[in-house]
């Protein structure tokens, strides 16, 4: 890389942040002059209790995406983590930490087959990852016979308040935007994923294997799923079979909206996160000014397509 390439690439990056910041920013003060609860305390609480399963998720989703990737099985591995969870806690009496490791080596092994399986073969992981969405959303029913699974306060405290109303759950996705941040941009591996979604060709005749790196993307990809399940479980005090549906598609808004491209080979953690913050900020303050769930849902579609077409123009504009 060049020194030019690469101060754009800087310059690139905090104009992202900037646009981001800026963009949370004026929507906190619309929201706030619009509900005169938005800037309280609940709200603030609600936020952060909703939100963690979506970070985490969203932090897998980047780096999927970066490879040139996309996994569309992430709400229903999901499920089936938290069942597995469940059913060991509630059916074989597991304590909740063997439970949980349990559960979200399940999710793992789910995403490493997706990996697997697309990688292995030369199939597009948006084919592969349609069939894991389904055959992950059977296993869920199977294993809970249709029904929630009630676990009870064993789990709540993942997701009670410890600190100015923050829980675990929010610190500890707080701590994997950290440490994905520092995985992409301070580790061979993440400059390394980040090529292979450049020029995949290149890295290959550069002397580096790019199939087992994709197939550990989806195997942290499912891992990640599983501690969103967890944190999920925590919050509801039961898993629910039908849980995350649909999940995958606000994952992805969030990755798209934090500036990640379709296309692969450019991201960031941190970002995604400004992402979460944005579709989670957005959804509150509509639900609060009391905009309806179909409008909501079209909001929310506008800002994606918006989303996508600002990184078409940017992705131009860098080729110029």
């Known amino acids: 890389m060049t020194t030019s390439s690469f101060q754009r690439g800087v310059v690139g990056g905090v104009k992202t942040y900037a646009g981001l910041t800026g963009a949370l920013l004026a929507m906190c003060v619309l929201f706030g002059f619009a509900s005169d609860h938005f800037f309280t305390l609940s709200t603030l609480g609600t936020l952060s209790n909703d939100i963690p399963t979506l ?4 932090v897998g989703m980047t780096f999927v995406l970066i490879i040139g990737g996309i996994d569309l099985s992430v709400g229903s591995v999901m499920a089936l983590a938290a069942s597995i969870l469940s059913m060991a806690v509630v059916r074989w009496g597991w304590p909740v930490w063997t439970a949980s490791l349990l559960g979200v080596a399940c999710a793992a092994l789910c995403g490493a087959a997706t990996g697997a399986i697309s990688v292995g073969w030369r199939i597009p992981s948006f084919i592969v990852s349609l069939g894991v969405l389904e055959i992950a959303r059977g296993m869920a029913y199977q294993v809970t016979n249709s029904r929630t ?6 789990v709540e405290a993942i997701s009670a308040p410890i600190i100015f109303g923050l829980s675990p759950a929010i610190l500890a996705a707080l701590a994997i935007v950290i440490a994905g941040q520092l995985v992409l941009t301070r580790t061979v591996i993440g400059r ?3 090529a292979i979604g450049t020029n995949e060709e290149a890295v290959r005749l550069s002397g580096i294997a790019p199939r087992p790196r994709k197939v550990l993307v989806y195997a942290m990809m499912g891992l990640l799923s599983g501690v969103g ?3 999920q479980v925590s919050r509801l005090e ?3 079979p039908n849980g995350g549906v649909g999940m995958e598609l606000q994952v992805i808004a969030a990755v798209v ?6 296309m692969g080979g450019r991201g960031s953690v941190v970002s995604t996160f400004i992402g979460v913050l944005i579709i989670s900020v957005l959804e509150a303050g509509l639900a609060q000014v009391g905009v309806s769930e179909p409008m909501k849902r079209i909001v929310t579609g506008l800002v994606i397509v918006a989303a996508v077409v600002l990184d078409t ?3 131009r504009g860098e080729r110029a």
Do not use: N, P
């Open 55 to 58: 970070v985490v998720m969203a």
């Open 257 to 262: 909206i934090g500036g990640t491209s379709l």
């Open 313 to 315: 123009y940017r992705r």
């Open 229 to 231: 399940a967890l944190f």
């Open 192 to 194: 390394q994923w980040i």
């Open 149 to 154: 699974e009630y676990i009870g306060s064993a």
């Open 238 to 240: 039961a898993a629910d």
